[in-house]
Structure formats: structure tokens, C-alpha cells
């Protein structure tokens, strides 16, 4: 059983990957600005302890590092969602302050303070994979969205940096398996183990690994795309939202994928 961390786990992608760890049996915790709304959409698994709702607002995060240290600690996570977001649909340069610092808030400064308190929390052999939802109107350069599109790519750049800082040699490999590790101390000769024990450690995949998935516009209860045809872009594919889901879990759980921006938008940027 996993220990799934989920912002955003009361709406759209976020409930539907809840759901989805539910359905697989792990346990999920989820910071939910409304508590209220997680009590009614998940009361049977609250009260089953199957999710633990956590309330915090992520688009005013000051203390949020000091709340997950004190609130995370209990539980072993060891996958994190970074779903909660919000949209703007507004040219950058009508945006003022404090529509901008939200916007940020809420996707980017959440997902820095959330890593560095699970980096804290995690032992010296545990595994951790997480994913951030990113989104196609960066790359796409969206100027209806300007503030959420900077965000967002924020969020692809962050990934890539935190990455490179996890990822030296010291600390790059999932332990070894007890099979593998009789396999290689039933060799002769150390230079014979070592070589072993080399080649399954390259095969064992990251130990820490971070990704975000830049999905296109994806169809949930809450879809209104309205604004795309006001500005001609209606010719955008609408993604089923299970897809979008099937494709977070693969990147939580490939071993060998880390620092990477995946996007899922049937070539509608090309």
C-alpha cells in the first residue's frame, strides 16, 4: 500500500487520481482548501481513515512548510500529486500584483514548500515519485492565459532543477532487492561482485524522482472552454480525463524517468 499525497484531491484531475488510488488501495492525503467539500465527496473513506483531509489554502502558503513538517509527519508519503491550481484568463499585462502573486501561490510556491518539507520528511531509503500538473499553454504561449501560463512554466523549469540537485551519484539509485543482493554475493571474486552489484544498481532506477505532465485541455465535470472560442482556438483536442490520470501514474511509477516535462496534447502545439 502507497502513501499518496494530493493537492487539488476535491475537484477534476486531482479527485479523479484520488479516486483512482482508492480504487488501488492506497492511502491518500489530501490538503483541501475546503474541508467541507472533502466530507461530502469522500465521507465513507474519511471515515474508514482511507483519506486524511488536511485543511490548508494553498494560494496564501507562508507557514505551508512548517504545517507539512508538522501535519506530513505522521505518514510515510511516498508519492505526491501537486493538482490544485487556478486559471486566469487574462493577458499578462492587465495583470495586476496580487492577482499574479495568487496565481503563483497556488502552483508554484505550494509545490517548492510541499518538496522541501517531504524531502525533509523522507528516510535515507524510502522512495518518493512525484508529479506536478503543468500545462500546454506554456510552451504554447498563450497570451489569454499569461499569468497561468507563467506559472506553469515555472513549474516545468523547477522540475528540471530539482532534479539535477537530487539526482548526483550519491543518492541516485533505488536500493537493491535481497535477491539481488545474494544474486551478486553468490559470485567469486570481489571484482565479479562489484561489477554485478554496478550493473543491478543502474538498473534499479531513481530513488527520488520528480516530473510534471502538461496535459491538454482535459474534459472534467468542471470544463468550460467557452473562452477558447471567443479567441479562436477551439480546434484544441479535449482529453478524456481518464487518460490524463492513466498517464500521472505511469510517470509516478516508472523508476527510470526524473526531471522530465511530459506533454500530452496530441500534437495540438506542434
Not at 169 to 192: D, F, I, M, N, T
Amino acid at each position: 500500500m502507497k502513501i499518496v499525497l494530493i493537492t487539488g484531491a476535491t475537484s477534476g484531475i486531482g479527485e479523479a487520481c484520488a479516486r483512482h488510488c482508492l480504487a488501488q488501495g492506497d492511502r491518500v492525503v489530501a490538503i483541501c482548501r475546503n474541508l467541507d467539500k472533502a466530507r461530502d465527496k469522500f465521507a465513507a473513506e474519511i471515515e474508514a481513515g482511507r483519506l486524511v483531509p488536511l485543511h490548508y489554502d494553498l494560494s496564501c502558503n507562508d507557514q505551508l512548510y512548517k504545517f507539512c513538517l508538522a501535519e506530513l509527519k505522521p505518514y510515510s508519503i511516498d508519492r505526491f500529486i501537486h493538482c490544485a491550481g487556478i486559471t486566469l484568463m487574462q493577458k499578462v499585462t492587465s495583470t495586476g500584483h496580487d492577482a499574479m502573486l495568487k496565481m503563483f501561490e497556488t502552483h508554484v510556491f505550494a509545490l517548492t514548500e510541499i518538496v522541501r518539507a517531504l524531502l525533509r520528511l523522507r528516510k535515507p531509503e524510502q522512495e518518493l515519485s512525484m508529479v506536478a500538473l503543468s500545462s500546454i499553454s506554456a510552451p504554447a504561449l498563450n497570451c489569454t492565459t499569461g499569468a497561468y501560463s507563467m506559472a506553469k512554466a515555472s513549474i516545468d523549469y523547477y522540475v528540471r532543477l530539482v532534479n539535477k540537485q537530487l539526482n548526483t551519484p550519491s543518492r541516485k539509485y533505488l536500493p537493491l532487492s535481497e535477491e539481488q543482493l545474494a544474486a551478486v554475493e553468490a559470485l567469486e571474486g570481489e571484482e565479479q561482485k562489484d561489477q554485478a552489484r554496478a550493473k543491478a544498481q543502474a538498473q534499479a532506477g531513481f530513488m527520488v524522482r520528480i516530473n510534471s505532465l502538461a496535459p491538454c485541455m482535459v474534459d472534467t465535470p468542471m470544463s468550460d472552454f467557452s473562452f477558447l472560442q471567443s479567441q479562436g482556438l477551439n480546434t484544441l483536442p479535449l482529453l478524456p480525463l481518464a487518460v490524463v490520470v492513466q498517464e500521472i501514474f505511469k510517470l509516478l511509477e516508472n523508476k527510470y524517468v526524473s526531471g522530465k516535462s511530459v506533454i500530452l496534447d496530441n500534437g495540438s502545439i506542434l
